[in-house]
Protein backbone atom coordinates (compact mmCIF):
# COMPACT_ATOMS: atom_id res chain seq x y z
CA UNK A 1 0.00 0.00 0.00
CA UNK A 2 1.37 3.47 -1.27
CA UNK A 3 1.16 6.53 1.03
CA UNK A 4 1.79 10.41 0.30
CA UNK A 5 5.10 12.02 0.27
CA UNK A 6 3.53 14.07 3.09
CA UNK A 7 2.29 11.48 4.61
CA UNK A 8 5.99 9.95 4.75
CA UNK A 9 6.92 12.54 6.29
CA UNK A 10 4.51 12.41 9.43
CA UNK A 11 5.50 8.88 9.41
CA UNK A 12 9.24 10.05 9.68
CA UNK A 13 8.73 12.10 12.64
CA UNK A 14 6.50 9.45 14.88
CA UNK A 15 9.65 7.29 14.25
CA UNK A 16 12.23 9.99 14.80
CA UNK A 17 10.09 11.63 18.06
CA UNK A 18 9.73 8.17 19.40
CA UNK A 19 13.24 7.45 19.63
CA UNK A 20 14.33 10.77 21.10
CA UNK A 21 11.21 10.82 23.67
CA UNK A 22 10.82 6.88 24.25
CA UNK A 23 6.78 8.20 24.52
CA UNK A 24 3.71 7.99 22.10
CA UNK A 25 4.23 10.96 19.50
CA UNK A 26 0.94 13.30 19.35
CA UNK A 27 0.19 15.76 16.70
CA UNK A 28 1.37 18.82 18.74
CA UNK A 29 4.50 17.45 19.20
CA UNK A 30 5.24 16.78 15.67
CA UNK A 31 3.99 20.32 14.49
CA UNK A 32 6.13 22.08 17.08
CA UNK A 33 9.66 20.04 14.69
CA UNK A 34 7.82 22.55 11.83
CA UNK A 35 8.99 19.81 9.70
CA UNK A 36 5.85 20.01 7.91
CA UNK A 37 4.12 23.24 7.24
CA UNK A 38 0.51 22.42 8.01
CA UNK A 39 -1.25 22.98 10.77
CA UNK A 40 -1.67 20.11 14.04
CA UNK A 41 -5.66 19.45 13.05
CA UNK A 42 -3.84 18.38 9.50
CA UNK A 43 -1.41 16.27 11.21
CA UNK A 44 -3.68 14.66 13.29
CA UNK A 45 -6.03 13.57 10.24
CA UNK A 46 -2.59 12.39 8.38
CA UNK A 47 -2.08 10.34 11.56
CA UNK A 48 -5.64 9.18 11.73
CA UNK A 49 -4.99 7.63 8.28
CA UNK A 50 -1.60 6.12 8.94
CA UNK A 51 -3.69 4.22 12.09
CA UNK A 52 -6.17 3.10 9.48
CA UNK A 53 -3.53 1.97 7.20
CA UNK A 54 -1.84 0.35 9.76
CA UNK A 55 1.28 2.21 9.71
CA UNK A 56 0.81 3.79 12.97
CA UNK A 57 -1.06 2.14 16.52
CA UNK A 58 -2.68 4.08 19.17
CA UNK A 59 -1.43 2.61 22.28
CA UNK A 60 -4.78 3.63 24.70
CA UNK A 61 -7.46 6.28 24.14
CA UNK A 62 -5.95 10.00 24.14
CA UNK A 63 -2.44 9.08 23.90
CA UNK A 64 -0.28 9.82 21.16
CA UNK A 65 0.45 7.17 18.44
CA UNK A 66 3.33 4.98 17.61
CA UNK A 67 4.95 2.77 14.76
CA UNK A 68 3.80 -0.17 13.76
CA UNK A 69 6.11 -2.88 12.45
CA UNK A 70 4.68 -2.10 8.82
CA UNK A 71 5.49 1.96 10.06
CA UNK A 72 8.66 0.90 10.78
CA UNK A 73 9.44 -1.12 7.84
CA UNK A 74 8.38 2.01 5.62
CA UNK A 75 10.75 4.37 7.32
CA UNK A 76 13.59 2.18 6.74
CA UNK A 77 13.05 1.36 2.91
CA UNK A 78 12.75 5.27 2.94
CA UNK A 79 16.22 5.90 4.28
CA UNK A 80 18.72 7.02 1.81
CA UNK A 81 22.13 6.79 2.78
CA UNK A 82 23.22 8.82 -0.43
CA UNK A 83 21.43 11.83 0.38
CA UNK A 84 21.98 11.30 4.78
CA UNK A 85 25.58 10.50 4.63
CA UNK A 86 27.81 9.98 8.14
CA UNK A 87 29.31 13.29 8.97
CA UNK A 88 33.46 13.93 7.83
CA UNK A 89 34.49 14.05 12.19
CA UNK A 90 32.96 10.30 12.28
CA UNK A 91 33.99 8.94 9.38
CA UNK A 92 37.47 9.76 10.24
CA UNK A 93 37.13 8.06 13.61
CA UNK A 94 36.02 4.95 12.61
CA UNK A 95 38.51 5.06 9.49
CA UNK A 96 40.92 5.06 12.99
CA UNK A 97 39.89 2.85 14.53
CA UNK A 98 39.22 0.07 11.40
CA UNK A 99 42.09 1.01 8.78
CA UNK A 100 44.94 -0.95 10.13
CA UNK A 101 43.48 -3.51 11.44
CA UNK A 102 43.98 -6.84 9.50
CA UNK A 103 40.77 -8.05 7.33
CA UNK A 104 39.42 -10.61 9.74
CA UNK A 105 37.22 -11.54 13.15
CA UNK A 106 39.23 -8.60 14.66
CA UNK A 107 37.98 -5.73 11.76
CA UNK A 108 34.68 -7.30 12.49
CA UNK A 109 34.59 -6.99 16.38
CA UNK A 110 36.06 -3.06 15.82
CA UNK A 111 32.67 -2.26 13.84
CA UNK A 112 30.85 -3.75 16.51
CA UNK A 113 32.79 -2.28 19.31
CA UNK A 114 31.93 1.33 17.91
CA UNK A 115 28.59 0.57 16.95
CA UNK A 116 27.62 -0.26 20.27
CA UNK A 117 29.83 3.08 21.84
CA UNK A 118 27.89 4.92 19.71
CA UNK A 119 24.02 3.49 19.76
CA UNK A 120 24.40 1.66 23.21
CA UNK A 121 23.09 -1.24 21.24
CA UNK A 122 23.73 -5.04 21.29
CA UNK A 123 26.01 -5.49 18.96
CA UNK A 124 27.97 -8.51 17.68
CA UNK A 125 30.16 -10.12 14.85
CA UNK A 126 30.47 -13.18 13.27
CA UNK A 127 32.90 -14.59 11.33
CA UNK A 128 32.52 -17.30 8.48
CA UNK A 129 35.05 -20.04 7.99
CA UNK A 130 36.50 -19.15 4.73
CA UNK A 131 35.54 -21.49 2.13
CA UNK A 132 36.99 -19.24 -0.72
CA UNK A 133 40.45 -19.37 0.46
CA UNK A 134 42.74 -20.50 -2.24
CA UNK A 135 44.64 -23.97 -1.81
CA UNK A 136 48.07 -24.01 -1.60
CA UNK A 137 48.41 -27.53 0.22
CA UNK A 138 46.27 -30.50 1.51
CA UNK A 139 46.79 -33.47 3.93
CA UNK A 140 45.05 -36.27 5.18
CA UNK A 141 45.79 -38.22 8.64
CA UNK A 142 43.13 -40.87 9.45
CA UNK A 143 42.04 -40.05 13.49
CA UNK A 144 40.42 -43.44 13.83
CA UNK A 145 37.79 -45.96 11.85
CA UNK A 146 35.22 -43.18 11.51
CA UNK A 147 36.89 -39.68 11.46
CA UNK A 148 39.67 -38.15 8.91
CA UNK A 149 41.89 -34.93 9.79
CA UNK A 150 42.67 -32.95 6.99
CA UNK A 151 45.49 -30.55 7.01
CA UNK A 152 45.03 -27.63 4.47
CA UNK A 153 47.08 -24.77 3.81
CA UNK A 154 45.26 -21.47 2.23
CA UNK A 155 46.91 -18.22 0.58
CA UNK A 156 48.05 -15.97 2.69
CA UNK A 157 49.61 -18.45 5.38
CA UNK A 158 46.41 -19.57 6.32
CA UNK A 159 46.26 -22.61 7.93
CA UNK A 160 42.93 -25.07 8.68
CA UNK A 161 42.64 -28.42 11.05
CA UNK A 162 39.43 -30.02 10.11
CA UNK A 163 38.15 -33.16 10.92
CA UNK A 164 35.43 -35.27 8.59
CA UNK A 165 33.09 -37.86 9.23
CA UNK A 166 34.31 -40.67 6.58
CA UNK A 167 34.91 -43.84 7.58
CA UNK A 168 38.21 -46.21 6.74
CA UNK A 169 35.72 -48.74 4.36
CA UNK A 170 35.15 -45.58 2.62
CA UNK A 171 38.58 -44.61 1.68
CA UNK A 172 41.31 -46.84 2.42
CA UNK A 173 45.07 -45.13 2.88
CA UNK A 174 46.09 -45.83 -0.20
CA UNK A 175 43.54 -43.96 -1.81
CA UNK A 176 43.61 -41.12 0.53
CA UNK A 177 46.76 -40.79 -0.87
CA UNK A 178 45.81 -40.22 -4.51
CA UNK A 179 43.09 -37.69 -3.25
CA UNK A 180 45.77 -34.99 -1.77
CA UNK A 181 47.78 -35.98 -4.88
CA UNK A 182 45.11 -35.31 -6.95
CA UNK A 183 44.12 -31.94 -5.22
CA UNK A 184 47.67 -30.80 -4.79
CA UNK A 185 48.54 -30.78 -8.40
CA UNK A 186 44.99 -30.27 -10.01
CA UNK A 187 43.52 -27.69 -7.90
CA UNK A 188 46.67 -25.76 -6.39
CA UNK A 189 45.74 -22.02 -6.24
CA UNK A 190 41.74 -23.20 -6.01
CA UNK A 191 39.37 -22.26 -3.67
CA UNK A 192 37.03 -25.58 -1.91
CA UNK A 193 33.84 -23.95 -2.93
CA UNK A 194 35.56 -23.84 -7.05
CA UNK A 195 36.70 -27.70 -6.54
CA UNK A 196 32.97 -28.57 -5.48
CA UNK A 197 31.59 -26.46 -8.26
CA UNK A 198 33.74 -27.63 -11.13
CA UNK A 199 33.71 -31.58 -10.11
CA UNK A 200 29.83 -31.27 -9.99
CA UNK A 201 29.80 -29.65 -13.45
CA UNK A 202 31.83 -32.81 -14.60
CA UNK A 203 29.56 -35.20 -12.98
CA UNK A 204 26.57 -33.64 -14.36
CA UNK A 205 28.08 -33.49 -17.97
CA UNK A 206 29.38 -37.44 -17.43
CA UNK A 207 32.89 -36.19 -18.57
CA UNK A 208 35.12 -39.32 -18.96
CA UNK A 209 37.62 -37.93 -16.32
CA UNK A 210 34.84 -37.77 -13.56
CA UNK A 211 35.78 -41.51 -11.97
CA UNK A 212 36.31 -43.12 -8.27
CA UNK A 213 39.01 -40.74 -7.62
CA UNK A 214 37.10 -37.18 -8.65
CA UNK A 215 34.24 -38.74 -7.08
CA UNK A 216 35.83 -39.30 -3.69
CA UNK A 217 37.53 -35.58 -3.75
CA UNK A 218 33.67 -34.22 -4.45
CA UNK A 219 33.08 -36.22 -1.46
CA UNK A 220 35.56 -34.91 0.07
CA UNK A 221 35.31 -31.23 -1.29
CA UNK A 222 31.60 -30.99 0.17
CA UNK A 223 32.41 -31.88 3.03
CA UNK A 224 35.18 -29.54 3.90
CA UNK A 225 32.91 -26.81 2.32
CA UNK A 226 30.36 -27.26 4.66
CA UNK A 227 32.70 -27.29 7.23
CA UNK A 228 34.39 -24.28 6.59
CA UNK A 229 30.86 -22.25 5.21
CA UNK A 230 29.88 -22.46 9.12
CA UNK A 231 29.40 -20.11 11.46
CA UNK A 232 32.32 -19.09 13.66
CA UNK A 233 31.59 -18.02 17.27
CA UNK A 234 28.49 -15.52 17.71
CA UNK A 235 29.57 -12.76 20.11
CA UNK A 236 27.79 -10.18 21.81
CA UNK A 237 28.29 -7.28 23.69
CA UNK A 238 26.27 -4.82 25.27
CA UNK A 239 23.12 -7.15 27.15
CA UNK A 240 23.85 -5.02 30.15
CA UNK A 241 22.78 -1.80 28.20
CA UNK A 242 19.68 -2.85 26.42
CA UNK A 243 18.25 -3.88 30.15
CA UNK A 244 18.46 -0.11 30.92
CA UNK A 245 15.76 0.94 27.97
CA UNK A 246 12.55 1.49 28.90
CA UNK A 247 11.22 -1.26 26.75
CA UNK A 248 12.93 -4.01 28.65
CA UNK A 249 12.21 -2.44 32.43
CA UNK A 250 9.77 -5.74 33.37
CA UNK A 251 10.95 -8.94 34.63
CA UNK A 252 9.75 -11.15 31.75
CA UNK A 253 11.05 -8.72 29.62
CA UNK A 254 14.48 -9.23 31.80
CA UNK A 255 14.28 -13.03 31.78
CA UNK A 256 13.34 -13.13 28.27
CA UNK A 257 16.18 -11.09 26.82
CA UNK A 258 18.76 -13.17 29.40
CA UNK A 259 17.47 -16.60 27.48
CA UNK A 260 18.29 -15.35 24.35
CA UNK A 261 21.86 -14.18 25.55
CA UNK A 262 22.60 -17.44 27.06
CA UNK A 263 20.68 -19.76 24.67
CA UNK A 264 21.43 -17.90 21.38
CA UNK A 265 19.60 -20.60 19.82
CA UNK A 266 16.78 -18.74 18.27
CA UNK A 267 18.98 -15.96 17.23
CA UNK A 268 21.50 -17.94 15.89
CA UNK A 269 18.70 -19.42 13.50
CA UNK A 270 17.00 -16.49 12.30
CA UNK A 271 20.69 -15.52 11.16
CA UNK A 272 21.51 -18.87 9.59
CA UNK A 273 17.93 -18.35 7.93
CA UNK A 274 18.61 -14.45 7.03
CA UNK A 275 22.49 -15.38 5.41
CA UNK A 276 21.40 -18.68 4.06
CA UNK A 277 21.19 -17.62 0.42
CA UNK A 278 24.52 -16.52 -1.30
CA UNK A 279 22.57 -13.73 -3.50
CA UNK A 280 21.19 -12.31 -0.60
CA UNK A 281 21.49 -8.39 -0.24
CA UNK A 282 24.80 -7.15 1.92
CA UNK A 283 22.28 -5.40 4.35
CA UNK A 284 19.57 -7.02 6.03
CA UNK A 285 17.04 -5.56 8.91
CA UNK A 286 14.40 -7.81 9.89
CA UNK A 287 11.78 -5.81 12.26
CA UNK A 288 9.79 -7.86 14.73
CA UNK A 289 7.06 -9.97 13.09
CA UNK A 290 9.50 -10.27 10.12
CA UNK A 291 11.89 -12.47 12.06
CA UNK A 292 8.95 -15.56 12.64
CA UNK A 293 10.49 -16.10 15.96
CA UNK A 294 8.03 -15.01 18.28
CA UNK A 295 10.69 -14.33 21.54
CA UNK A 296 12.15 -11.66 19.34
CA UNK A 297 8.83 -10.03 18.17
CA UNK A 298 9.99 -6.79 20.23
CA UNK A 299 13.13 -6.45 18.55
CA UNK A 300 14.92 -5.40 15.58
CA UNK A 301 17.92 -7.26 14.41
CA UNK A 302 20.50 -5.67 11.61
CA UNK A 303 22.66 -7.98 9.64
CA UNK A 304 25.32 -6.35 7.36
CA UNK A 305 27.75 -9.14 5.43
CA UNK A 306 31.15 -8.18 4.90
CA UNK A 307 32.86 -9.50 2.03
CA UNK A 308 36.93 -9.49 1.07
CA UNK A 309 38.06 -10.71 -2.35
CA UNK A 310 35.01 -11.95 -3.57
CA UNK A 311 34.12 -13.79 -0.22
CA UNK A 312 31.98 -13.16 2.47
CA UNK A 313 34.21 -13.20 5.53
CA UNK A 314 31.48 -12.65 8.51
CA UNK A 315 28.71 -10.60 9.76
CA UNK A 316 28.16 -7.70 11.92
CA UNK A 317 24.71 -7.15 13.84
CA UNK A 318 23.04 -4.75 15.63
CA UNK A 319 19.78 -6.26 18.27
CA UNK A 320 17.62 -3.95 19.68
CA UNK A 321 14.13 -2.43 20.00
CA UNK A 322 12.23 -1.14 17.32
CA UNK A 323 12.79 2.58 19.06
CA UNK A 324 16.69 2.68 17.75
CA UNK A 325 18.69 4.88 15.34
CA UNK A 326 18.04 3.36 12.11
CA UNK A 327 19.90 5.77 9.75
CA UNK A 328 23.08 6.08 12.20
CA UNK A 329 23.67 2.61 12.34
CA UNK A 330 23.05 2.14 8.32
CA UNK A 331 25.40 5.02 7.98
CA UNK A 332 28.63 3.21 10.18
CA UNK A 333 27.82 -0.32 8.63
CA UNK A 334 27.85 1.42 5.08
CA UNK A 335 31.34 3.53 5.64
CA UNK A 336 32.93 0.26 7.14
CA UNK A 337 31.58 -1.87 4.08
CA UNK A 338 33.31 0.85 1.53
CA UNK A 339 36.12 0.99 3.65
CA UNK A 340 36.81 -2.46 2.98
CA UNK A 341 35.85 -2.70 -0.42
CA UNK A 342 38.60 0.23 -1.08
CA UNK A 343 41.10 -2.09 0.73
CA UNK A 344 40.23 -5.17 -1.32
Known sequence: MTISERARKVLSQVVTL????????????????????VSPATIRN?????????????????????????????YVNDISLQDQPMGETEE??????????????AFLEAIANYIHKKTHLVSFHIPFRQSGLKLKHIHFERINSERLLVLMVANGGYTHQL????????????????????????????????????????????????????????TISRSLNRELSRFG???????????????????????????????????????????????????????????????????????????SHDEWMGCVGVLGPKRLPYLRTLQILS??????ARRA
Open 46 to 74: IMMGLENSGYLHQPHISAGRLPTDLGYRT
Open 163 to 218: SLDIPATEMTPTLTEKIASFMNRAYYNHSISEIERDLTLNAIRGLDRYDLLTAKVA
Open 233 to 307: ELKFQGFSTLLQMPEFQDMNSVRSIFKLMEEQSVIKRVIRGALGDEDARWLLIMIGTEMAAPELEPLTLILSRFK
Open 92 to 105: QRLGEAIDNLPVGP
Open 335 to 340: FARNRL
Open 18 to 37: HYQTCEPVGSALISKTRALS
